[in-house]
């Protein structure tokens, strides 16, 4: 149950309402004593307890279970037990070692288990394991109930984002989505978000859900339920709201206690306004319970909106992109390919609603690119960041084993070329995009591109820099994520050892 571990002054006013309707006074509330209606099961509750019984974090297969639990305690209340530990909260290092080894059983690594990442066990129902997965799993802490129950609740990351400002318009494009258009002259080189993106201070009073509802974020709720429940399963699923949505509720918007969790959320808000690192952008780090909610308002001298069924724009975790690779990986010494050791994804707003055109075509990248003769330049960066940057690609900067610290660094938008007003804001996402099946999509094409470049490398449709000539991918490679650069580093040490 979500609200299990707070006092009844802790619940927000929605979960107050929803205890008393089961039946719940403050007094048996705070003392762990069940009202009436949990002997009842699922099925024999009505709507409006079926509904109050939602908002305090059930489902039928949760209620269901713990149900019976209740119902069997009288039972063996005489009888020894013992205490069933989950372990999923816990750090490798602190487990026990029959609980490490009941997890390497399932597939885990401790980088893994740490970076809450899943291994293909994990989409087996219960039946569907032999019977040793399953005692590794119960030796964990799982039943079949527990094991097979939804997921957890979202965590929720609502964001306003202007529709114009100084240096973008955001606009409405038929069969693509929300497209941004340059709002200013630019010059090659050049920071391209130089003005406020949102209301400023939003990060601390609306971004992160908290125990206490802000008036701000409880308002951005209700008007993001309305939307929903005209827009949210009808609206347009192209562009940046192509991937699977699911139906909300207001309990969704509320905060949760994410302090000894693993997946709590990582914001780091890059909007700032002091000239060293001049930059209006919002990065989060995701997880597969994320989600941002950006609603999309007017500017503060603008009175520019877009369509109804474009107010908000949903982004699950499936729209951020890999990035990390695999911590410390040496194609060399670890003799395989790489491996996902984190479900960490990253998504950046408002850059996110860049769209792709290939090579030549894109008009901004992400920090760095190649010169004309090869050399890497990151003209946002610092000129000491610039002078590491290049020791790092020559090979010379030997003591820090070619891998340059990311932790100072800015990810920061930044004009390939002379922008006029009005041309469209375009990344090339093969710089992040290795495979399709990194993401779960299968080989089929992600899209087929209609930039109209004749240099399009996309035009047969996109599956990935993976596809690519390995003379390209090496040019690209510096300018790559880091889970590509794994991957171009294994496929050059196999040919160097004379493999396929």
């Given amino acids: 149950m979500k609200y299990e571990d707070y006092d009844w002054k802790e619940l927000s006013k929605a979960a107050k309402d929803a205890a008393k309707l ?14 009436d209606v949990t002997d009842l099961d699922w099925n024999e509750l009505n709507p409006k307890q079926q509904k109050a019984a939602i908002t305090l974090g059930y489902s039928k297969e ?14 063996s209340s005489s009888s020894s037990s013992v205490e069933v ?30 970076n809450d990442t899943e291994p293909d066990v994990t989409e087996l129902d219960w039946d569907e394991m032999n019977p040793r997965q399953q005692e590794a799993a ?17 965590n929720l990351i609502c964001l306003q984002i202007y529709t114009e400002t100084e240096d973008y318009l955001l606009v409405d494009k038929e069969d693509v989505g929300v497209c941004m258009l340059a709002n200013r002259e630019m010059k090659g080189d050049e920071r391209f978000f130089q003005s406020p993106t949102g209301p400023e201070g939003q990060e601390k009073y609306l971004c992160r859900p908290s125990q206490i509802m802000t008036k701000e974020r409880q308002s951005f709720a209700e008007r993001f339920m309305e939307w929903q429940s005209t827009y949210g399963q009808n609206a347009p699923t192209v562009g940046a709201s192509e991937c699977d949505r699911r139906n909300f509720t207001l309990a969704d918007f509320e905060g949760r206690d994410d ?4 997946d709590a ?17 919002y990065f989060f780090e995701m997880l597969p319970r994320h989600c941002v909610l950006v609603e999309l308002i007017a500017g503060p001298n603008s009175n520019v909106t877009l369509p109804p069924e474009r107010q908000f724009e949903v982004l699950p975790y499936d729209e951020a992109i890999r990035w990390c690779g695999e911590d410390d990986y040496d194609a060399a010494k670890h003799k395989r390919p790489p491996k996902l050791c984190s479900a960490e994804r990253d998504l950046e707003v408002p850059g996110h609603f860049s769209n792709h055109a290939c090579g030549a075509s894109a008009t901004v990248y992400d920090n760095y690119r190649l010169s004309n003769d090869g050399v890497l330049v990151a003209p946002a960066q610092s000129p000491e960041r610039q002078a590491q940057l290049r020791a790092w690609m020559e090979g010379k900067d030997e003591d820090d084993d070619r891998e340059p610290s990311w932790e100072e660094e800015h990810n ?12 469209e804001v375009l990344t090339d996402y093969v710089l992040w995009h290795w495979c399709n099946v990194d993401y779960d ?12 470049d004749i240099r399009c490398h996309s035009a047969s449709g996109f599956h990935g820099l993976k596809c690519f000539p390995l003379e390209e991918q090496k040019r690209l490679y510096w300018v790559c994520s880091e889970w590509i650069q794994n991957q171009i580093d294994w496929k050059l040490y196999q040919l160097q050892q004379g493999k396929n």
């Avoid at 119960?138 to 979202?154: D, F, Q, V």
């Avoid at 390939?416 to 009005?422: E, S």
């Fill in 265 to 281: 959320l990582s914001f780091s808000p890059e909007h700032t306004k002091d000239e060293e690192s001049k930059n209006y952008c």
């Fill in 62 to 75: 949760i209620w269901d279970s713990s149900s019976s639990s209740s119902s069997s305690s009288d039972s």
């Fill in 412 to 423: 920061v938008l930044t004009t390939y070329k002379a922008m006029h007003v009005g041309s």
């Fill in 441 to 452: 999509w299968g080989d089929e094409p992600w899209f087929h591109c209609i930039c109209g």
């Fill in 22 to 35: 089961l039946g719940y006074t403050r007094k048996m509330w705070n003392n762990d004593k069940e009202p």
């Fill in 138 to 154: 119960m030796t964990l802490g799982y039943s079949k109930e527990i094991w097979e129950a939804p997921e957890e609740p979202p």
């Fill in 85 to 114: 530990v989950r372990y999923d909260k816990y750090d490798w290092k602190d487990l026990p070692n029959a609980a490490k080894d009941a997890a390497k059983f399932l597939g885990y690594t401790p980088h893994m288990w740490n």
């Fill in 259 to 262: 302090d000894d969790d693993h």
